[in-house]
Nanobody, 117 residues
């Protein structure tokens, strides 16, 4: 099983980034895919999630109007589109996969996002 994130980097406040997470080794369409983030000195927090079957989405309140999560089942990839980025969005962003029966849970290695002028 592999989850490989990409797309992080340095961006100015107000800018945008799109993170990608390429999954392999499991049945992607049967997993809820999520993005978490962890800032220095803080706990890891859920950013956004998209369910396996119905594609319902969830966003943390502070990101609801700025971030979008989507999947491409043909590419086994989940995306996080981040707009209007703020310095407080600076963190390592992690991809997570959780199966429908809460039996399997996988993490990626993380990608750094830094929002700074």
């Amino acid at each position: 099983v592999q989850l490989v994130e990409s797309g992080g980097g340095l961006v100015q406040p107000g800018g945008s980034l799109r993170l990608s997470c390429a999954a392999s080794g499991f049945t992607f369409s049967r997993y809820t895919m999520s993005w978490y983030r962890q800032a220095p000195g803080k706990e890891r927090e859920l950013v956004a999630a998209i369910t396996s079957a119905g594609g319902r989405t969830y966003f943390a309140d502070s990101m609801k109007d700025r971030f979008t999560i989507s999947t491409d089942n043909a590419k086994n990839t989940v995306y996080l589109q981040m707009n209007s980025l703020k310095p407080d969005d600076t963190a390592v962003y992690y991809c997570n996969a959780q199966d429908d029966y809460n039996k399997y849970n996988y993490w990626g290695q993380g990608t750094q996002v830094t929002v700074s002028s």
